[in-house]
Structure formats: structure tokens, C-alpha cells
């Protein structure tokens, strides 16, 4: 059964650098999406990404996040200035025409 | 903004009983699903039920709708201890394009 895939599992990073967290959608999917979730709280939606744009970002998506899809099939999410509250999981999502998401199994981000 | 809130918040019952968590909203939506969240773990898709439907069944999942109340309620009927996990709410708005906004989810303890 096709699959979300996410890497790195787990990535460690200083405060201040840059880091890019990869996806690849499943394959015949038309919407990609990246969601948070810090420990403890709730799965917080960050960007919606639809024919090679953003179609919708919420409020934490600000200039320091971009997203990009390559190559068509890999869909990356890029934090170019990492803080500490940035510490989280990161999960990337796909869906088709139907509105039900696929999810990939994360990547635990930690800030130091 | 739009959220789904669960209650409660926490549930404990043994294998074979029933589990009913209940969800709230506060705008009009297109649909909403239903999420499962193993700890640590990426969230699986459970059920979706569109904003003109009052009942979903699957498998041993009954959803229910009630857009007058804007609520929704997930029956997990004859638990087993491999239920054990975070049960989400996301809803999605009309005019969306297809963001899901989560509540804070109710955490299913299954003991055997």
C-alpha cells in the first residue's frame, strides 16, 4: 500500500541553522501539507501546497519557513533560521481529490 | 479560529467495552474526520463524514454529525487493548483548501 514517506526520522540542530526536512508524498496525490506538533499539544497545521504554490499557510509559517517540491516527487519543508520553539514534530501529509490525508510518520525536530 | 475540541480528555476502559469520545466546533465546515495518533507516531486517517451526513459506520467505528449542535461523536465499539492511542478531530472548512484543523485529542487507554 503506498505510503508517506518522511526523513530524517530525527534531526538535532543549533539554534540558527538551517534545516530541511523531506517528504515523499504518495505518488498520484495533488495536495501536500506540512502540520507541527510540539509535545503535549495539539497537530497545528503550518502550509497547504497545491499545483507548485502555496495555497494556504496559517500564521506560524512566516518568512524563516519555505516549501518546495523539486522534482516531483519530493516535497520539502525548509526552517532557514531555527529557534528553540521551533522544537517539534514535523508531519508532511498528501491527499487526492478525496479530502482524507495520508500522513507520514514524522520528524522529531530538536533546537539546541 | 475554527478547532475541533474533544472530551474527554482522557478515557480508560477495559477490552471489550465501548468508547465514546465527542468533538465540538464553533463555524460551518465541509467535513470532519476522525484521527488515530500512536505515541510518537504519525496519525492514520479513521473515518471522514461530510458536513450533509449525519452517520458513518466502519468496521467497528460509528461516527456520528450533528451540524445543528456542531458536534460529532467516535463509538469505538468492543475495544481491544491494540486501541490503546490518541483519537484527533480535524475539521475542514468550506472554502478550504482542504486544512485540517485538530482539537487537542482524547488519549484511549484499552487495559485487557
Known amino acids: 500500500e503506498p505510503e508517506v514517506t518522511q526523513t530524517p526520522s530525527h534531526q538535532v540542530t543549533q539554534m540558527g541553522q538551517e534545516v530541511i526536512l523531506r517528504c515523499v508524498p504518495i505518488?498520484?496525490?495533488?495536495?501536500f501539507y506540512w502540520y507541527r506538533q510540539i509535545l503535549g499539544q495539539k497537530v497545528e497545521f503550518l502550509v497547504s501546497f497545491y499545483n507548485n504554490e502555496i495555497s494556504e499557510k496559517s500564521e506560524i509559517f512566516d518568512d524563516q519557513f519555505s516549501v518546495e517540491r523539486p522534482d516531483g516527487s519530493n516535497f520539502t519543508l525548509k526552517i532557514r533560521s531555527t529557534k528553540l520553539e521551533d522544537s517539534a514534530m514535523y508531519f508532511c501529509?498528501?491527499?487526492?481529490?478525496?479530502?482524507?490525508?495520508?500522513f507520514g510518520p514524522g520528524t522529531r525536530l530538536t533546537v539546541t | 479560529s475554527q478547532q475541533g475540541e474533544e472530551d474527554p480528555q482522557a478515557l480508560s476502559i477495559q477490552e471489550g467495552e465501548n468508547a465514546t469520545m465527542n468533538c465540538s466546533y464553533k463555524t460551518s465546515i465541509n467535513n470532519l474526520q476522525w484521527y488515530r495518533q500512536n505515541s510518537g507516531r504519525g496519525l492514520v486517517h479513521l473515518i471522514l463524514?461530510?458536513?450533509?451526513?449525519r452517520e458513518k459506520h466502519s468496521g467497528r467505528l460509528r461516527v456520528t454529525l450533528d451540524t445543528s449542535k456542531k458536534s460529532s461523536s467516535l463509538l469505538i465499539t468492543a475495544s481491544r487493548a491494540a486501541d490503546t492511542a490518541s483519537y484527533f478531530c480535524?475539521?475542514?472548512?468550506?472554502?478550504?483548501?482542504?486544512?485540517?484543523?485538530f482539537g487537542a485529542g482524547t488519549q484511549v487507554v484499552v487495559t485487557p
Open positions: 501529509a498528501s491527499r487526492g481529490l478525496s479530502y482524507e490525508q495520508y
Open positions: 480535524a475539521t475542514v472548512l468550506t472554502d478550504s483548501w482542504g486544512k485540517l484543523q
Open positions: 505518488s498520484n496525490h495533488l495536495y
Open positions: 463524514i461530510r458536513s450533509n451526513e
